[in-house]
């Protein structure tokens, strides 16, 4: 056990300092950010999808509340930061259009039938989950192909890219931000039942090391956390192994995504964070005296269901400019107006993604549930 154990610490590291000595001091750090990540999200269940659902379905905002908590936590401190050093730094910004609200709206809804949004594909990939492993590669396809579409998805029409500091000044922005966050906050509680309602000190410890982490991230990578685009360039660099000219599309021929496109992954930042994601989440499965099943299996059909479902989530993702994690975490935490509105239809399709998620996932047995 104790070997075991100190041999997934070393893996961790290792690939820690490998990307240092490859791509430098900044890499290795966006790695240990990303294993931070997987520490958290895994070992403290810290997640985005689940607590959506439990809201809805079992009137507990534990999770809500958490995840609120975490960003307010950066945005009290990014929105001054931002002000501060607005030619390093990067905030999540993005306009609001047709494509945009759609692609939040169909994320949320398969969010939840693959039990994850960006993040927790990731974490349950690396956790060993079956799942989340066929969900991962999904994603890595949809968001792929997502990009091949996206110029013509976004001339469906579009506002400018719109901030709150843009509109109202960074201090005042920053107020509005943590007066909205309050807002939903409150419906939060008032939706859920007594005793369901403030996050346990487990949640409220994980909130803090997300928000610090997150903000590490920003300082360190430059950008907010992400988690999309790091997929999607995957996804672009397994089609050009396999014979494709991407140089003809709009989206890969930009000359920032031409550059990630012609290097290695170790020298993009979203990649980085997301391969520390992934070994910090199965360095916390394989830390559990008994990491036990991670899921019950399903029908061949469900699984097939949960392909395509994860090759819409990765689309969809790409066409709302990110996920949980990249539009509503980290697009609410810097002040982007695109975060709020991709929260209101998101949480609309994960309401109707949780009355699917019965009726295409059916487990091969009757006991146990799909987590």
């Not at 430098?24 to 997987?38: D, M, N, S, T, Y």
């Not at 306009?95 to 759609?102: E, K, N, S, T, W």
């Not at 994603?139 to 400018?160: K, N």
Request: charged residues 10%.
């Amino acid at each position: 056990m104790i070997l075991r154990r100190a041999s997934v610490l070393l893996v961790a590291l290792g690939f820690a300092l490998f990307a240092f000595v490859m791509a430098g001091p900044r890499a290795g750090l966006l790695v240990l950010i990303g294993l931070g990540f997987g520490l958290v999200l895994e070992g403290m269940r810290f997640g985005f999808a689940g607590p959506w659902r439990m809201i809805v379905t079992d009137r507990d905002g534990r999770g809500l509340i958490a995840q609120l908590i975490a960003i307010a936590l950066v945005a009290a401190v990014a929105f001054p930061l931002l002000a501060a050093n607005s030619t390093e730094l990067v905030p999540a910004h993005a306009p609001v259009g047709f494509a945009m609200i759609l692609g939040a709206f169909v994320f949320g809804a398969m969010m939840q039938l693959v039990m994850g949004c960006g993040s927790g594909t990731l974490v349950n990939a690396g956790s060993g989950n079956l799942v989340g492993l066929i969900a991962l590669a999904g994603f890595i396809g949809g968001s792929f192909a997502g990009t091949l579409h996206l110029d013509w998805w976004t001339a469906l029409g579009a506002l400018p890219v719109l901030s709150l500091q843009g509109m109202l000044g960074p201090d005042l922005g920053l107020v509005a931000t943590l007066i909205g966050l309050a807002l939903v906050a409150g419906l939060t509680l008032a939706r859920a039942a007594p005793g369901k309602r403030m996050p346990p000190r487990r949640l409220w410890l994980a909130a803090a090391l997300i928000a610090a982490l997150a903000l590490a991230n920003l300082v360190i990578a430059g950008q907010p956390w992400g988690i999309v685009y790091g997929l999607g360039l995957w996804g672009a660099k397994i089609a050009q192994a396999g014979g494709a000219d991407l140089g003809a599309t709009a989206f890969w021929a930009a000359e920032a995504n031409a550059t990630r496109l012609a290097s290695s992954i170790l020298t993009d930042v979203t990649s980085l964070t997301n391969i520390g994601l992934l070994i910090g989440a199965f360095a916390v499965m394989r830390w559990r005296t008994d990491p036990g099943a991670q899921t019950q299996a399903l029908t061949a059909t469900s699984y097939a269901a949960v392909l395509a479902a994860a090759l819409i989530l990765g689309y969809s993702a790409r066409l709302a400019f990110g996920c949980n994690v990249g539009a509503f975490f980290s697009g609410i935490s810097t002040g982007s107006l695109h975060g709020w509105v991709w929260l209101l239809a998101a949480f609309a399709g994960s309401t109707l993604g949780l009355r699917l998620r019965p009726i295409l996932l059916r487990p091969t047995s009757t006991q146990g549930a799909y987590a």
